[in-house]
């Protein structure tokens, strides 16, 4: 594989998803920081060289950038046991990753943003509108993983998959964005697990 460098903020779930895939397969990542709240993944140079969208997390392999962090978890993961082998349990891990970027990230993810990193004093008259709607979808978000994970230990099959590592990633902060995790006690023994497997490296 060639030379992995992450273009990421280090306060970004998404940018911790992709460090904790290539902590658990072993692959080493060079680590480029940008700060998000200072608008450095708008900058024309940003824009130009490493990603349109103006969003990190990248993924660089060599000279080609990889924007979206499941995708960037993908690629570094292929052949791995971190995907099912069988077509089915695949796209049933696609499941849970769209799962992740429509309905808990959007959700979750953004009232931690908005409320312990931006702070709820800088946040606009429309954000705070936003957020009862938040956290209800966030809610549901939770509910539904606790729901499943009642009755399975991963969200695939018997082991660890991707679609455990995105959602992992915004689910054991998910406090800082005021949701309750003693609500959901199999999330709580769930993510005891994620934290256990060898080579987990927590977020910074
Ligand atoms: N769907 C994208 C979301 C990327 C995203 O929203 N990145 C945020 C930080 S987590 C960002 O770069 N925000 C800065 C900005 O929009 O200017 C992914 O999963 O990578």
Request: glycine share 10%; with cysteine.
């Amino acid at each position: 594989m060639k030379t992995l460098t992450l273009h990421e903020d280090p306060c970004s779930g998404n940018c911790y998803k992709i460090r904790l895939t290539a902590a658990l397969l072993g692959k080493p990542l060079t680590r480029i920081a940008y700060d998000i709240l200072k608008g450095e993944t708008r900058t024309p140079a940003f824009l130009q060289n490493v990603n349109a969208n103006g969003r990190i997390p990248v993924l660089q392999a060599g000279d080609r950038f990889l924007p979206e962090s499941n995708a960037a978890c993908w690629y570094l993961a292929e052949g791995s046991a971190l995907i099912p082998g069988d077509a089915f349990g695949r796209a049933d891990m696609l499941r849970w990753m769209f799962f992740e970027q429509y309905n808990h990230e959007p959700n979750v993810a953004t009232l931690r943003f908005w409320l312990s990193i931006v702070g709820e004093a800088h946040l606009t008259a429309a954000q705070k509108e936003q957020i009862a709607g938040k956290r209800a979808g966030g809610e549901a978000a939770l509910a539904l993983m606790e729901e499943h994970l009642a009755g399975h230990g991963w969200f695939v099959g018997g082991s660890v998959t991707l679609a455990d590592i995105a959602l992992y990633a915004y689910t054991h902060v998910c406090e800082a964005g005021g949701f309750r995790l003693g609500d959901y006690p199999a999330v709580c023994r769930w993510l005891e697990r994620v934290s256990a497997l060898p080579g987990y490296v927590p977020m910074d």
